[in-house]
Structure formats: C-alpha cells, structure tokens
T-cell receptor, first 118, second 114 residues
Framework: AQTVTQSQPEMSVQEAETVTLSCTYD???????LFWYKQPPSRQMILVIR??????QNATENRFSVNFQKAAKSFSLKISDSQLGDTAMYFCAFMNPPSNFGNEKLTFGTGTRLTIIP | NAGVTQTPKFQVLKTGQSMTLQCAQDMNHNSMYWYRQDPGMGLRLIYYSASEGTTDKGEVPNGYNVSRLNKREFSLRLESAAPSQTSVYFC?????????????FGSGTRLTVV
C-alpha cells in the first residue's frame, strides 16, 4: 500500500515570503499522480496543483510550484509571495493511475498547517 | 452550481443511534468516495464506488455501510454510532483521464457521537 508522509505539522511565514512544504511518499508503481490540496477554515478541499509522475517537468500554477524528485520519492510545494489567504491546512496526496474500472482513490498525508503572518 | 452536495452539514448522535449521510453529484462522474478526516490523521478512505452498482471497502470501513443508489447518489450509513466515529466526513466524486481531471469534494459533515 502507498504511504504519504508530511513531516511538518505546522509552519508559519511572514507575508510576501516564500515557504516550502515537504512531502515524501512510498510506492512501487512507476506511473502515478501527486497532488497538493488546500483546506482553509471553511473545510473545503481545494486542488492547488497536480503532477504526473511520467512528466519530468515540475508543475506550476501561478505562485505555486512543486519540486518533484521521482527517484527520491519527494514532492514539495513552494508558495512564492505568500498571502494571508494562503493560511490553511495543506495536504499532499497520491493516486495510482486510473484504470478502466474508473477508481481514483487518493491516499493523503497528515497535513501541514500553514499560517501566514501579516 | 455543479458539484457534490452533502447533507447534513452538522450532526450530533448518541452512542448506539443510527444515521445516514447523503451525498449527490451532478457532474456525471462514475466514481464516488467517502472519506473521514480526524485531527492529525489526514483524510482516510472509508468506502468507494468505482461505478454504479459496485462498492468496495477502503482503509477504514468498520462500522459503516454504503449504498450507491444510482449514478448520482452515494450514501454512508452508521448502524450503531460509536464515539470513535466522531469525525468530519467528506464525500467526493471523480472523473479522470489524461486530458480532464475532475475530483470534487463536498463541503463535509461534522459528526459528533456522544
């Protein structure tokens, strides 16, 4: 079974600074997908960014980017120019490639609580 | 708005009571899921339904049952609630291929068992 580890339960950073959240995972699969989800106090799960393991290029979405190291099984999230609205829980998640059976189960890490300080 | 709708949003149960959490999606997704979120544990999969008419156990299925009523609806039932089932429950649905990725979560149900 796959496991996802987030070793930073809590982090804080000054507004406008850059912060990096860590995630490692364990799998024997060669092809898979990785995600970062944001959960603000509203409880809603919001997709931040996704990465396909077969792609060498790191994914980027505006101020959010990842450092995907496949050999090291590491998938960190970098938030640049952090904003107060980035304050939330962040979850790293793993998914095996979907099959014809249509099952896309997610395995989550335990989360990192990020606080942006004004 | 298109999405996943969960009801109720909050519920308090006494130990031993039963209840059903309802979930419906209007995105024509084949697969649906129930997760629970506990402090310090992240989200864990309870049950899932890869397609209409099928259900399978996830990581933490004990104490729960599910029904995939039709393609839109996937309910989670607690037959005899226990304090250990105090949690936030999320329903989700998905459609995934190399072009389109859709994995949508409901807004969650906070359940307290006393």
């Amino acid at each position: 079974a796959q496991t996802v580890t987030q070793s930073q339960p809590e982090m804080s950073v000054q507004e406008a600074e850059t912060v990096t959240l860590s995630c490692t995972y364990d799998t024997s699969e060669n092809n898979y997908y990785l995600f970062w989800y944001k959960q603000p106090p509203s409880r809603q799960m919001i997709l931040v960014i996704r990465q396909e393991a077969y792609k060498q290029q790191n994914a980027t979405e505006n101020r959010f980017s990842v450092n995907f190291q496949k050999a090291a099984k590491s998938f960190s999230l970098k938030i640049s120019d952090s904003q107060l609205g980035d304050t939330a829980m962040y979850f790293c998640a793993f998914m095996n490639p979907p099959s014809n059976f249509g099952n896309e189960k997610l395995t989550f890490g335990t989360g990192t609580r990020l606080t942006i300080i004004p | 708005n298109a999405g996943v709708t969960q009801t109720p949003k909050f519920q308090v149960l006494k130990t031993g009571q039963s209840m059903t959490l309802q979930c419906a999606q209007d995105m024509n997704h084949n697969s649906m899921y129930w997760y629970r979120q506990d402090p310090g544990m992240g989200l864990r999969l309870i049950y899932y339904s890869a397609s209409e008419g099928t259900t399978d156990k996830g990581e933490v299925p004990n104490g729960y049952n599910v029904s995939r009523l039709n393609k839109r609806e996937f309910s989670l039932r607690l037959e005899s609630a226990a304090p250990s089932q105090t949690s936030v429950y999320f329903c989700a649905s998905s459609h995934f291929d190399r072009v389109v990725y859709g994995y949508t979560f409901g807004s969650g149900t906070r359940l307290t068992v006393v």
